[in-house]
Every structure is written in structure tokens, then in C-alpha cells.
């Protein structure tokens, strides 16, 4: 069975009413969204089933998806780059967990995006 994203192109624009990723890539952007998500929660969705999660659980995570989509569109370049700093004459760059960013197992995420995440119970060690 193929892997299906938790957010389809139909939700990204109807429901959540994203605008930020072009039409013909959001397909590509929610699975790889999904996946990520997926690394964050310990697979759990994809052991235990998206659809034998509460409503509740399922509606953030599918929200999560999509913000997770528009910021790794937005943010493509500094996170695909691998630098973790940089310093030139006083400018200096920096990628990596800050005060708005958290990461963890190779994914970069919004800290508030990943405070909603957190609210499913799905990304502690010991969940359910």
C-alpha cells in the first residue's frame, strides 16, 4: 500500500486555505511534510493507524502537515544547506535550533508548530 500524506493538495487549499506552495508541488510537499511528522511522533501514526487516532489528534496533525509544508517551502534553501553558521565581517547566518526553531532527527521545525504537535501526545518517548 502506497504511504499516504495526512494532509491532501484539497485540504492544504480548501481547509487550511494555503496559498504559499504552488498547486503542482503541494503533493510532493505534504508526503515529505508527512514523513517528517512521521520522524518527530516515532512513527506512531503510521503504526497505530491515522484514522484510529481521536478527531482531535488527526486535526492537528493534519494542520501540522500543512504548516510544516509552507515552512520547509519558505525555508528550502537554509535548511537543504549545510551550514550551521556562518560569520563574515560581523554579519553572521545561523540554522539550526534557535529561539524559533527546533530540531530534531534531521528535521527542522517551528518551535510553535512543533508545540502543536506536541499536543496530540505523540512526539514523547513513552506515549498512550
Known amino acids: 500500500m502506497p504511504y499516504e500524506p495526512y494532509a491532501t ?3 492544504y487549499r480548501n481547509a487550511y ?6 498547486e503542482s508541488e503541494q503533493a510532493a510537499a505534504l508526503r515529505q511534510a508527512s514523513r517528517h511528522i512521521d520522524s518527530l511522533t ?8 491515522f484514522f484510529n487516532l481521536a478527531a482531535f489528534q488527526q486535526d492537528i496533525i493534519r494542520e501540522v502537515v500543512c504548516q510544516q509544508a509552507d515552512f520547509e517551502h519558505e525555508n528550502a534553501d537554509e535548511i537543504n544547506t549545510i551550514l550551521s553558521s ?3 565581517n560581523g554579519a553572521s547566518v545561523q540554522f ?11 528535521v ?3 518551535r510553535d508548530t512543533y508545540a502543536l504537535l506536541s499536543q496530540t501526545g505523540l512526539c514523547c518517548r513513552l506515549a498512550r
Open 42 to 49: 516515532y512513527n506512531r501514526i503510521v503504526g497505530w493507524g
Open 9 to 11: 493538495p484539497e485540504y
Open 96 to 106: 539550526g535550533s534557535s529561539w524559533n526553531v527546533y530540531t530534531d532527527k534531521g
Open 17 to 22: 486555505l494555503g496559498s504559499i506552495i504552488p
Open 108 to 110: 527542522a521545525m517551528k
Open 86 to 88: 556562518y560569520s563574515l
